[in-house]
Structures are given as structure tokens and as C-alpha cells.
């Protein structure tokens, strides 16, 4: 018996020395997003002399872009490197992963001297994502460093259609009335309101609330009443609401209700964001804000009170901390009513730490590092001189997306 408990022992040993020797050769452990590159052959190594490093960097990066109305965009792409005299430099743009073809000394597309690519009488397929590439082959080494700028988004300029246009609405004198018009459009539109086909200036009860354009009417009265509707004009676009109608009456209702709601939206870390709320009833309601069930701290810049009866809440420059359930609450003693909205935050992907250059000597093991923070998850690829590594034997991609070179 107390053989066989060293010899089980010994069995359990050698398993356990086998996987650390097998974890410490992979060297991929949990949470570890990796790549490696395996040398099955061995050869000679090379020496290499900190000259081999060019000292490549991007001064400007092409940036997401909407064309102007008059049809024109201009992306940019400026370097800079060590030794530039002694080098062959060759630039090429690219859009969704192609290289454009149809750049020419003269034409539609052009490259200009500096690398900035220009693009006259732009056209829907002209959309899509660019894509700057300098190809630089040192006179030296005759070795070509191939070298990627950031990812730009070229759009054309566009009203989309409304997700929310003014409906009819019956209110009582002195109550509050809103109407909300809403669409994408890109870049910023101007929002008209009119009423009976007259414009609507902020007076007389009207006013707009900050970024959404709603038009909200304070103390009804029946020279209010008509048909309203909103035009959106963006550049040499321009877009037409329905036709709402409002109907005033005499009398008082006291029952506590919401004029308008708070809606839910995405939103990009950085911007601004409106919750709107309206409430109306008798007494008057008192309104306050909840966010995740806590009371919102309204600090009279990061967060404050806008809009008619100030009970909107625009929140400016978001940041992951402003996402969440927000909850308008209004009371007034006799009732209590809750209208929520969810904001999510998007966070840009954005790169923490960078693969540093690194002198090795051939089949030894290299790893590179890349660390990238953004909402949701990034999707990280990596490239070796312009092209996509498929990871494999050779390389091996872990969780934390670094990147291995492995013997």
C-alpha cells in the first residue's frame, strides 16, 4: 500500500511538472489575449544596431469626416521620420481595406503634395472607411516598413427621417404643451417650428429646449391653439414634419400628468446629453431627478435644470459615470407619478499602452503589447508591414492582446 502512495505521487508530479513546462513554453494563461510566432528552424542571428529603428511617426491622422454641401472632403495624413533623405517613401490611401485606383495628377480624387487626399463631387459610394498607408524602404537595408494610420469614416451630409414628429394634442388654459421633433442628421440641421404656417420665435410662451429642438408652449391660452409642424434644414436638405393640432379648452384639470417624457439614448462619451420632463397638475407638482434610485446632486455645470418650469436635466461633456436609469419624479401631495429613461455611454475605443520596438535575436521569443480600454469591448487586429496577422502556430493572440513572436 505505501508503495503504491509514492508511486501515485510521483505519477502526479510529473503530470504537474508537464503542464508548467507546457503553460511556460505557450506562455498563455488566463486573461492573457496573446500572440505568438514559433521558429520551427533555427538560424543564424542577426545583429542589429539601433539605426534599424526609423523613428516613424504620424504627425496628422485622417479624422471621421462629413463631406461639405458643396460636395468636398479633404483627409490628411502628415509623417515624419529619422534619415528621411535616405529612404524611397511611397504613400497610398485606402478605403474599406482597398487601395484606391482612382487616384490621378488630375481628377475627382486627388493626393496632394503634403498626403492629404481630396475628393471633389463626392457621391454615396464615395462613403466608406480610409485609410492612409506609407510604404518606406530605407536605402540601407532595402528592407520596405510598411505603416498604418488610423481608421476614418467618410460620410455625406443627410437628413434621415423622423423618429418622432408633433402629434395632436388637447390641453386646458394655463397647462404646458410640447411638441418634439426628431431625427438624425449629419451635420448639425437647424430646427424651425411654426404655427399656422407663421415661425415661432421664443416669446409669447414658446420656447425650445437646449440640444433637442422641442418646442414647449408655457401657460396655455387659445391663441395657441392652431396646427403646428417643424421643418429640419440642413445645407441644401430639408425635411417636413406632419402637421399636428393643438385644440385649447376652458376648464381645469387637476390631475397630475407628464407634458413630456424623458426618452432614452446612446450616447458617445463627450457629448451632451438632454432628459426632458414636463409635468403638469394642481397643485403645482414639484419634480426631482433620480439617477439609479439616488437623488441626482445638480452642480449648476456638469448637471442643471433647463428647459420651460426648468425641469429638464441636460447633462454636458458625459462621461461612463452619466450612464444608467434616470427617473423623473413629479409630486404634489395629493399624487405621485415616475416616467424613466435608460442612457447608455459610448466609450471610444481608446489604446493604454503601446507595443514598444524591441532588438532580438532570431528564434528567441518576442512579445508585444497592447492595451486598449473602450465601451463596448474593442476588437483589437494586429499587422505585421501592412497586412492582417492570422493567428496560428507561429502566432498566438491571448485575452490581455498582446502579441507573441515564439520559438
Known amino acids: 500500500m505505501y508503495n503504491k502512495k509514492i508511486a501515485f505521487i510521483l505519477i502526479c508530479c510529473l503530470v504537474q511538472l508537464f ?16 500572440i505568438r510566432l514559433r521558429h520551427p528552424h533555427r538560424r543564424r542571428s542577426l545583429k542589429y544596431g539601433s539605426s534599424r529603428f526609423l523613428g516613424f511617426h504620424f504627425i496628422e491622422e485622417p479624422q471621421n469626416t462629413i463631406a461639405t454641401v458643396d ?42 503634395s503634403n498626403g492629404s487626399l481630396t475628393i471633389e463631387e463626392t457621391i454615396p459610394a464615395d462613403e466608406g472607411v480610409y485609410q492612409c498607408v506609407v510604404h518606406v524602404t530605407p536605402h ?7 505603416y498604418l494610420s488610423r481608421r476614418s469614416v467618410l460620410s455625406l451630409p443627410s437628413l434621415q427621417r423622423f423618429e418622432h414628429q408633433p402629434t395632436n394634442r388637447k390641453a386646458y388654459l394655463g397647462q404646458f404643451v410640447a411638441f418634439r421633433c426628431i431625427l438624425e442628421f449629419r451635420p448639425s440641421a437647424e430646427i424651425e417650428w411654426y404655427h399656422n404656417d407663421r415661425r415661432i420665435h421664443e416669446s409669447n410662451g414658446y420656447s425650445f429646449v437646449p440640444l433637442s429642438h422641442t418646442l414647449t408652449i408655457s ?16 445645407g441644401n436638405k430639408e425635411r417636413t414634419s406632419q402637421v399636428a393640432h393643438l385644440d385649447v379648452s376652458d376648464g381645469d384639470n387637476g390631475a397630475i400628468s407628464f407634458a ?28 426631482r431627478w433620480l439617477h439609479a434610485s439616488s437623488p441626482v446632486v445638480e452642480d449648476g ?22 450612464g444608467g436609469v434616470y427617473t423623473c419624479r413629479a409630486e404634489n401631495g395629493d399624487d405621485s407619478i415616475d416616467a424613466s429613461a435608460t ?17 532580438m535575436q532570431e528564434t528567441t521569443d518576442v512579445e508585444f503589447e497592447c492595451k486598449t480600454i473602450g465601451d463596448p469591448k474593442p476588437r ?10 492570422i493567428p496560428s502556430e507561429y502566432f498566438m493572440t491571448g485575452i490581455h492582446l498582446c502579441l507573441y513572436l515564439t520559438h
Open 71 to 112: 460636395n468636398y472632403a479633404i483627409l490628411h495624413c502628415k509623417y515624419d521620420f529619422a534619415q528621411r533623405d535616405a529612404a524611397d517613401v511611397r504613400l497610398e490611401w485606402r478605403k474599406d481595406g482597398q487601395a484606391i485606383n482612382s487616384i490621378r495628377p488630375v481628377g475627382r480624387i486627388l493626393v496632394l
Open 19 to 34: 503542464l508548467c513546462h507546457y503553460i511556460d513554453s505557450e506562455r498563455i494563461s488566463d486573461g492573457d489575449d496573446s
Open 343 to 359: 442612457i447608455s455611454i459610448r466609450i471610444p475605443p481608446t489604446i493604454t499602452a503601446l507595443p514598444k520596438e524591441q532588438v
Open 140 to 146: 540601407a537595408s532595402h528592407v520596405t516598413w510598411t
Open 260 to 287: 413630456l417624457e424623458p426618452r432614452g439614448q446612446v450616447i458617445t462619451s463627450g457629448e451632451s446629453f438632454i432628459l426632458e420632463c414636463l409635468v403638469n397638475g394642481h397643485p403645482k407638482p414639484r419634480v
Open 380 to 389: 483589437v487586429t494586429w499587422y505585421k508591414n501592412g497586412e492582417t496577422i
Open 301 to 322: 455645470s456638469h448637471i442643471k435644470r433647463v428647459g420651460a418650469d426648468r425641469t429638464s436635466l441636460l447633462i454636458e461633456k458625459s462621461g461612463s459615470q452619466d
Open 219 to 234: 401657460n396655455i391660452n387659445h391663441k395657441h391653439a392652431g396646427n403646428y409642424k417643424c421643418i429640419a434644414r440642413n
